[in-house]
């Protein structure tokens, strides 16, 4: 009773705050009038059901700018609707504008509580995953009614649900789970019933089973995705512009194109650009202006939609003994420190710092969009436009109204699309309207204009087959964003393939089939080097070649049409030019390509030659003998002989000295198995006659093992200052020298 009156008096209170005037005003409560004398109430606040969709904008990173715009009339009432998954995005994101001096008061949607949280509303206590186990917890010491069980219907109180482990059959290792139910009946009797599919239990309060259906409810509810329903307050006088932008998941634009060459060959064909573009969003597009951005800013998802519940820390409630109160001892101070803090005046607040944003950023008014100022959001990053004539009739554009757009294909007449380069990213923008209704998709024109293009057999000694590819060169103001194109030669399909950005200017190769009737080899190779500089210093001997190298490729063209077969040949850097007079048609940052016309069944050879430097550089270590490779390197560089001589016979003695160090202890060695072996006789034989022979025999082996251990001593302290001698010498050699 107490919690009803509660409710009452809660509903009654907030009607009371809904008559009150509207928020901000200090108004008094006044008393409650007769209806004789209540004052005419206002006009009902109009609501615009749907502020529209007039311009979208998609980006490659699958994120899609959202302008609403229309006029609204003294204080009114906006919605805009969209779906579930866009509102984290446009809560992120939204940005509102009252052109004509208004305001916003607030911006509202219907939200959801969080599943977990609307389930702790209900005494029941189970998950959004339930278990039938956890079902019948949750109906544990309920009345209930049982049927289809052995015994027939039984009323009772469910006790407890448990399982057990049963074998199956003879088998002692097959097992299966029963759960059984305890369920304590009117008379007072313990029934254990097993739990079937066939058996039923149904609970006997009325208000258990409103608490099912409730639980159940709530479980269906979260897989309905549904509209949200934005709702926003404008305040303010007579007519005004309102915009209101966002940006919200969308799937990524995607770019195709056609190259149609002409049946009679003029040097160039046709290239007509098409964009895909679906709308998944929750509202229709009814004649927006759209524009396609081929690029990626940064963007992501946070959940401010969803309803977020810190965990609070539990604090028991304290049963200790209670403690005798006390009274404690005031500290001293010192007076100069406590005057000081009296003195002292507390510190005023930080000032804010304040930023000057430039032109076209987020200060002056610019948001994600022209009806928020010039340019998209990209911090004031500065914007370049080109304007081209066009060729075709199209509509006029608002591009005074809605951004500094200006013309960029020559395929269309002016205002049919428009580019604008900002940032890193480049724009297609239609200014023709268009209309694409929810869940639809449409394919937009972005392109098409001649083009130079030329057809040519592309070889790369990376792949097997030759490759049939169209030499494109992009002469119009339009960049041309990555995508799929196809092929159309003679009013028949050619092939396909895929293309990476092309800007303006640029020439690029579009391979779409392979080429069976040419086949291309290396049939010659040569590399020839000559010593240019010798170099020698802190003991380094560094030798800097000439190299000469040169490539002989052979073209086979089996068609019944003159072939150009471009070759790809690989560049070497550093240094390396090419040899004579041979140009290649084009240079990449790896490759030089060469053009190679090859006549109908003929074949055609082209030798690329290369010329560049080769350095080899050599430590001389004195503990290596690198004797060899020291009279070789004289040999080529003959001036070098007087300051390597020295050099050349002091490691020779050195490998003298190691060969007889190895001899030396290989004697050792010998000396010390012979004193071994006289020792064990000499051991066996003690006390006999013959053990005098072995004593002899002991000693002089004993003597031979001091002396070769002693020679071992001395030849490695000889090739221990051998070797200071050489590092020294090794490194007062300085020598350079040009061959001549």
């Given at each position: 009773?107490?919690?009803?009156?509660?409710?009452?008096?809660?509903?009654?209170?907030?009607?009371?705050?809904?008559?009150?005037?509207?928020?901000?005003?200090?108004?008094?409560?006044?008393?409650?009038?007769?209806?004789?004398?209540?004052?005419?109430?206002?006009?009902?606040?109009?609501?615009?059901?749907?502020?529209?969709?007039?311009?979208?904008?998609?980006?490659?990173?699958?994120?899609?700018?959202?302008?609403?715009?229309?006029?609204?009339?003294?204080?009114?009432?906006?919605?805009?609707?969209?779906?579930?998954?866009?509102?984290?995005?446009?809560?992120?994101?939204?940005?509102?504008?009252?052109?004509?001096?208004?305001?916003?008061?607030?911006?509202?949607?219907?939200?959801?509580?969080?599943?977990?949280?609307?389930?702790?509303?209900?005494?029941?206590?189970?998950?959004?995953?339930?278990?039938?186990?956890?079902?019948?917890?949750?109906?544990?010491?309920?009345?209930?009614?049982?049927?289809?069980?052995?015994?027939?219907?039984?009323?009772?109180?469910?006790?407890?649900?448990?399982?057990?482990?049963?074998?199956?059959?003879?088998?002692?290792?097959?097992?299966?789970?029963?759960?059984?139910?305890?369920?304590?009946?009117?008379?007072?009797?313990?029934?254990?019933?097993?739990?079937?599919?066939?058996?039923?239990?149904?609970?006997?309060?009325?208000?258990?089973?409103?608490?099912?259906?409730?639980?159940?409810?709530?479980?269906?509810?979260?897989?309905?995705?549904?509209?949200?329903?934005?709702?926003?307050?404008?305040?303010?006088?007579?007519?005004?512009?309102?915009?209101?932008?966002?940006?919200?998941?969308?799937?990524?634009?995607?770019?195709?194109?056609?190259?149609?060459?002409?049946?009679?060959?003029?040097?160039?064909?046709?290239?007509?650009?098409?964009?895909?573009?679906?709308?998944?969003?929750?509202?229709?597009?009814?004649?927006?202006?759209?524009?396609?951005?081929?690029?990626?800013?940064?963007?992501?998802?946070?959940?401010?939609?969803?309803?977020?519940?810190?965990?609070?820390?539990?604090?028991?409630?304290?049963?200790?003994?209670?403690?005798?109160?006390?009274?404690?001892?005031?500290?001293?101070?010192?007076?100069?420190?406590?005057?000081?803090?009296?003195?002292?005046?507390?510190?005023?607040?930080?000032?804010?710092?304040?930023?000057?944003?430039?032109?076209?950023?987020?200060?002056?008014?610019?948001?994600?969009?022209?009806?928020?100022?010039?340019?998209?959001?990209?911090?004031?990053?500065?914007?370049?436009?080109?304007?081209?004539?066009?060729?075709?009739?199209?509509?006029?554009?608002?591009?005074?109204?809605?951004?500094?757009?200006?013309?960029?294909?020559?395929?269309?007449?002016?205002?049919?699309?428009?580019?604008?380069?900002?940032?890193?990213?480049?724009?297609?923008?239609?200014?023709?309207?268009?209309?694409?209704?929810?869940?639809?998709?449409?394919?937009?024109?972005?392109?098409?204009?001649?083009?130079?293009?030329?057809?040519?057999?592309?070889w790369s000694e990376k792949e097997s087959n030759p490759l049939r590819a169209v030499w494109l060169e992009n002469k119009s103001k339009l960049t041309l964003d990555s995508g799929s194109f196809s092929i159309f030669e003679?009013?028949?399909?050619?092939?396909?393939?895929?293309?990476?950005?092309?800007?303006?200017?640029?020439?690029?190769?579009?391979?779409?089939?392979?080429?069976?009737?040419?086949?291309?080899?290396?049939?010659?190779?040569?590399?020839?080097?000559?010593?240019?500089?010798?170099?020698?210093?802190?003991?380094?001997?560094?030798?800097?070649?000439?190299?000469?190298?040169?490539?002989?490729?052979?073209?086979?063209?089996?068609?019944?049409?003159?072939?150009?077969?471009?070759?790809?040949?690989?560049?070497?850097?550093?240094?390396?030019?090419?040899?004579?007079?041979?140009?290649?048609?084009?240079?990449?940052?790896?490759?030089?390509?060469?053009?190679?016309?090859v006549e109908a069944h003929s074949t055609a050879t082209l030798e690329v030659r290369e010329r560049g430097p080769m350095k080899t550089e050599v430590r001389l270590n004195p503990t290596y003998n690198q004797t060899v490779?020291?009279?070789?390197?004289?040999?080529?560089?003959?001036?070098?002989?007087?300051?390597?001589?020295?050099?050349?016979?002091?490691?020779?003695?050195?490998?003298?000295?190691?060969?007889?160090?190895?001899?030396?202890?290989?004697?050792?060695?010998?000396?010390?198995?012979?004193?071994?072996?006289?020792?064990?006789?000499?051991?066996?034989?003690?006390?006999?006659?013959?053990?005098?022979?072995?004593?002899?025999?002991?000693?002089?082996?004993?003597?031979?093992?001091?002396?070769?251990?002693?020679?071992?001593?001395?030849?490695?302290?000889?090739?221990?200052?051998?070797?200071?001698?050489?590092?020294?010498?090794?490194?007062?050699?300085?020598?350079?020298?040009?061959?001549?």
């Amino acid at each position: 009773m107490r919690r009803i009156l509660s409710v009452f008096c809660l509903a009654a209170f907030t009607v009371t705050l809904a008559a009150q005037s509207p928020a901000g005003s200090q108004a008094k409560p006044k008393p409650v009038a007769p209806k004789a004398q209540l004052a005419t109430p206002q006009a009902p606040t109009q609501v615009i059901k749907d502020l529209p969709v007039r311009k979208v904008v998609l980006y490659k990173n699958g994120v899609g700018y959202f302008e609403h715009a229309g006029s609204v009339t003294g204080n009114q009432r906006v919605a805009i609707d969209f779906t579930s998954p866009q509102l984290n995005d446009v809560l992120q994101s939204l940005t509102v504008l009252d052109e004509g001096g208004g305001r916003i008061a607030g911006v509202n949607y219907n939200s959801t509580t969080p599943l977990a949280e609307q389930l702790k509303s209900l005494s029941l206590g189970m998950t959004d995953d339930p278990t039938s186990t956890e079902l019948f917890q949750a109906l544990r010491g309920q009345r209930v009614e049982v049927t289809g069980g052995p015994g027939g219907t039984i009323t009772g109180r469910l006790l407890s649900i448990e399982s057990r482990t049963e074998k199956v059959g003879s088998d002692a290792d097959t097992t299966i789970d029963k759960f059984y139910l305890t369920l304590v009946a009117t008379s007072g009797a313990a029934r254990v019933i097993e739990l079937t599919p066939a058996l039923s239990v149904r609970p006997l309060d009325g208000n258990l089973q409103s608490q099912l259906d409730r639980y159940l409810e709530l479980l269906s509810t979260t897989h309905a995705t549904g509209l949200r329903h934005l709702t926003l307050d404008a305040l303010g006088v007579g007519q005004r512009q309102l915009r209101v932008s966002y940006i919200s998941e969308v799937p990524v634009w995607k770019s195709t194109y056609r190259i149609v060459f002409p049946r009679t060959p003029n040097g160039s064909a046709t290239m007509q650009g098409w964009a895909v573009v679906d709308n998944t969003v929750g509202a229709d597009w009814d004649n927006v202006l759209l524009s396609l951005v081929a690029g990626a800013p940064q963007s992501f998802i946070q959940p401010l939609s969803q309803p977020i519940y810190t965990r609070r820390v539990e604090i028991p409630i304290a049963t200790e003994a209670q403690l005798t109160p006390q009274t404690h001892e005031a500290a001293e101070f010192d007076r100069v420190e406590l005057q000081a803090k009296i003195s002292t005046p507390p510190s005023s607040a930080p000032m804010m710092a304040r930023k000057k944003v430039p032109s076209g950023g987020v200060g002056s008014g610019a948001g994600f969009g022209s009806g928020l100022g010039r340019g998209y959001g990209m911090g004031g990053a500065s914007t370049e436009t080109v304007t081209v004539t066009a060729n075709a009739p199209l509509l006029n554009t608002e591009s005074a109204e809605l951004g500094s757009i200006v013309r960029a294909s020559d395929a269309y007449q002016e205002g049919d699309v428009t580019t604008n380069a900002f940032d890193e990213f480049f724009e297609y923008a239609l200014a023709q309207p268009v209309t694409i209704h929810k869940n639809e998709s449409a394919m937009v024109p972005i392109l098409q204009q001649d083009l130079p293009a030329e057809h040519v057999t592309l070889w790369s000694e990376k792949e097997s087959n030759p490759l049939r590819a169209v030499w494109l060169e992009n002469k119009s103001k339009l960049t041309l964003d990555s995508g799929s194109f196809s092929i159309f030669e003679s009013g028949e399909f050619a092939g396909e393939g895929l293309l990476d950005p092309i800007h303006p200017g640029e020439k690029r190769l579009l391979s779409y089939a392979a080429d069976q009737a040419v086949r291309v080899k290396v049939s010659a190779r040569d590399n020839r080097r000559t010593l240019h500089h010798l170099k020698i210093s802190e003991g380094v001997v560094v030798e800097t070649y000439m190299n000469v190298a040169s490539v002989t490729y052979s073209a086979v063209n089996s068609a019944d049409m003159n072939r150009v077969v471009l070759l790809e040949h690989p560049r070497t850097n550093n240094g390396w030019t090419l040899d004579g007079d041979l140009k290649p048609a084009e240079t990449s940052p790896n490759l030089y390509r060469f053009k190679l016309p090859v006549e109908a069944h003929s074949t055609a050879t082209l030798e690329v030659r290369e010329r560049g430097p080769m350095k080899t550089e050599v430590r001389l270590n004195p503990t290596y003998n690198q004797t060899v490779y020291l009279i070789d390197l004289v040999k080529r560089a003959p001036d070098a002989l007087e300051k390597l001589k020295p050099v050349i016979d002091a490691q020779t003695a050195l490998t003298e000295l190691d060969r007889r160090i190895t001899e030396s202890k290989q004697t050792e060695a010998a000396a010390s198995a012979d004193e071994a072996r006289d020792r064990e006789n000499l051991t066996a034989l003690k006390g006999n006659d013959a053990a005098k022979r072995f004593v002899e025999e002991l000693n002089r082996a004993e003597d031979q093992l001091q002396a070769a251990h002693k020679q071992t001593i001395d030849l490695e302290q000889q090739k221990k200052t051998a070797v200071d001698k050489l590092n020294e010498m090794i490194s007062q050699i300085s020598f350079d020298w040009d061959v001549k």
